[in-house]
């Protein structure tokens, strides 16, 4: 079956750093999105990907969709206190009848003020 | 708008009992969903549904029934509750399946003992 995988499972950061973190697939995408889960709250999009080597931007987030289609990483500059939660990949084919979301396991960041 | 409700917002089981999680939307969603969120093994699909009257299994369906009489509510329901079912559980909503933005509701915690 199909595999995801996302690194690293956590990350304790220092605020003012930048954050690197990455997933990876067995299967091909179309579509590769990023998630944030605030403590105690639901899932939040944050940047959604279309096209192979893709690079989007929202504010301090970075993202980008990998040439192979399999993999993306998110990068976070300069951290703040309100960056701590779980960030989550889940690629999907947008578009196609099999579209329900496969969410990677996600990355808990901590960030220490 | 509401967005994405559910209730309740705790539970306490005992192994055995039944119960029904509610989940409802207000955005005249097509696709429903709910999702299971364990530590370190991110959020998985239990069951989904593409419109009213039409319901499917998701990656980790058993012990968990679901219907859809109506485009605004997407019951789930657990049968004869057990530990294992100790979790998370998030409804979520998007326009159509294959649509990136789903919107989560907030979660159910549920304990069974």
């Known amino acids: 079956g199909q595999q995801l995988n996302q690194s690293p499972q956590s990350m304790f950061i220092q605020e003012g750093e930048d954050v690197s973190m990455n997933c990876t697939s067995s299967s091909i995408f179309n579509t590769w999105l990023w998630y944030k889960q605030d403590p105690g709250e639901g899932p939040v999009l944050l940047i959604a990907l279309y096209k192979a080597g893709e690079l989007t931007s929202n504010g301090r987030l970075t993202a980008q969709f990998g040439i192979t289609r399999k993999d993306s990483f998110l990068n976070i500059s300069a951290s703040i206190p309100s960056d701590v939660g779980i960030y989550f990949c889940?690629?999907?084919?947008?578009?196609?009848?099999?579209?329900?979301?496969?969410f990677g396991k996600g990355t808990k960041l901590s960030v220490k003020p | 708008n509401a967005g994405v409700t559910q209730t309740p917002k705790f539970q306490v089981l005992k192994t055995g009992q039944s119960m029904t999680l509610q989940c409802a939307q207000d955005?005249?969603?097509?696709?429903m969903s709910w999702y299971r969120q364990d530590p370190g093994m991110g959020l998985r699909l239990i069951h989904y549904s593409v419109g009213a009257g039409i319901t499917d299994q998701g990656e980790v369906p058993n012990g968990y029934n679901v219907s859809r009489s109506t485009t605004e509510d997407f019951p789930l329901r657990l049968l004869s509750a057990a530990p294992s079912q100790t979790s998370v559980y998030f409804c979520?909503?998007?326009?159509?399946?294959?649509?990136?933005?789903?919107?989560f509701g907030p979660g159910t915690r549920l304990t069974v003992t």
């Open positions: 979520a909503s998007s326009y159509r399946q294959g649509s990136f933005e789903q919107y």
């Open positions: 889940a690629p999907m084919n947008y578009g196609g009848s099999q579209g329900n979301l496969i």
């Open positions: 955005m005249n969603h097509e696709y």
